[in-house]
């Protein structure tokens, strides 16, 4: 699509958009009750998950914002969102780690990330720490693919290796030098995949080691008509099981209008393919 053409489109979307009421969340969690002698986590809306990996708070590609997309004086041109974040902002634990997988405006939203304290450090892919100017992280990292980091917030230890999706990383048109993530995440060993954006890719067969991850955190939507790009839900579980996941949270459905399948279409898809095996599911149906 033509500059001119996107833009075109993105106004048309913002004008027909911007009386439509966002809908409540589906459900909100409690992370003051969640132990952190424990893996917990939540999905918040979109790609946005909020972890307690034994005590160790992360959160993955905060998205908070009404609308997402070109930010101009007053106004944003972009997606509005169709459902609450599950918590507000202010109801979010003190996060340590800020886990950013892409450039891509529904994945870094400026207007969440420069909210973050001093006391939280982000991970994010290669050249993109530029688009984190004028936040306050006590530390911003950049991974590359098979780039693996070991950090120890407030004494708690983690280790967080990066490896290839199958996607793309430009924030607009001209900046394809960025890089593009997803991501797995140790600590007391146990693991957790954070996929990210991707289509089906033999990436996730290789972490296949013999030893099982606890959580496989797999978008599902937006594959009508970005196959190239997005998995369908079918093919998030399948790259979750060639993984070893025992547990897979779906996500990157139901709360931004990037693409033309139904609303509930990948949610309803993704229940269906694993209902020979609802032990897997990290997910309340209704």
């Keep these: 699509m033509q500059r001119r053409n996107w833009l075109a489109h993105l106004w048309r979307e913002w004008t027909v958009e911007r009386r439509r009421p966002i809908a409540p969340a589906f459900a909100k969690p409690n992370p003051e009750l969640w132990s952190s002698e424990d893996v917990t986590a939540a999905w918040l809306g979109h790609s946005t998950v909020l972890i307690n990996f034994f005590g160790l708070i992360i959160i993955t590609d905060p998205v908070f914002s009404k609308r997402i997309g070109i930010r101009l004086p007053f106004l944003t041109l972009g997606p509005k969102r169709l459902t609450e974040p599950a918590l507000a902002f202010p109801e979010l634990p003190p996060v340590d780690l800020v886990l950013l997988s892409h450039a891509h405006f529904d994945h870094i939203d400026r207007r969440t990330v420069k909210r973050f304290p001093k006391s939280t450090t982000a991970i994010t892919a290669r050249r993109t720490r530029d688009l984190l100017r004028g936040t306050k992280f006590s530390e911003i990292i950049e991974l590359d693919w098979n780039d693996t980091i070991r950090l120890s917030p407030r004494g708690l230890e983690v280790e967080v290796t990066a490896f290839r999706s199958n996607h793309w990383g430009a924030r607009m048109q001209y900046d394809e030098h960025r890089g593009y993530n997803s991501y797995v995440i140790s600590r ?82 993704f229940t269906r393919a694993l209902a020979h095996a609802p032990e897997h599911l990290c997910h309340r149906p209704d």
């Design 188 to 269: 007391r060993d146990q693991r957790i995949i954070y996929g990210a954006d991707t289509a089906m890719t033999e990436a996730f067969t290789k972490l296949r080691d013999g030893r099982p991850f606890a959580l496989a955190i797999m978008s599902i939507g937006a594959y009508d008509p970005w196959i190239r790009a997005h998995a369908t839900p079918e093919q998030a579980i399948a790259m979750a099981d060639a993984a070893g996941a025992k547990y897979i949270m779906p996500v990157h459905h139901q709360t931004f209008r990037l693409s033309v399948e139904p609303f509930r279409e990948p949610i309803e898809r």
